[in-house]
């Protein structure tokens, strides 16, 4: 069964913007519980993820969103959008965050 809007709230998640509000290919920044959060369209899926990369700490915010991750703009690692995990080998995985999705909007549980 999934989650009403007030169960959802419960459980700790804030409702951060509309589905409609996410671009294809790049991802849309948000405050939620005090932390910037990448909001990430692929394939029909919402996904979350930290703003910083754990490189060398920048903004991913002006990363590029395909096939499952999400390529940092400034030297160009890619990050799964599912796990989090780098594909160079001695990086550390960007923070992913739950996501749901009830009538168009877009709820987001950090921490
Ligand atoms: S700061 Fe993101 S890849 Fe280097």
Redesign the pocket.
Same mark, same amino acid.
């Given at each position: 069964m999934s989650s009403t809007r007030d169960e959802l709230l419960e459980a700790g998640f804030e409702e951060v913007c509309r589905l409609d509000e996410i671009p294809q290919m790049m991802p849309r920044k948000v405050q939620t519980g005090g932390r910037s959060v990448l909001l990430c369209k692929d394939k029909g899926e919402v996904y979350a993820v930290d703003e910083i #990369?754990p @490189? $060398?700490d $920048?903004s991913?915010a002006y990363g590029v969103v395909h096939h499952g991750k999400i390529t #940092?703009p @400034? @030297?160009?690692?890619d990050f799964e959008l599912a796990t989090g995990r780098c594909n160079r080998r001695k990086c550390a995985p960007v923070m992913t965050y739950s996501v749901e999705v009830i009538d168009e909007s877009v709820f987001v549980k950090v921490g």
């Open positions: #990369c @490189h $060398k $920048k991913m #940092c @400034h @030297h160009q690692y």
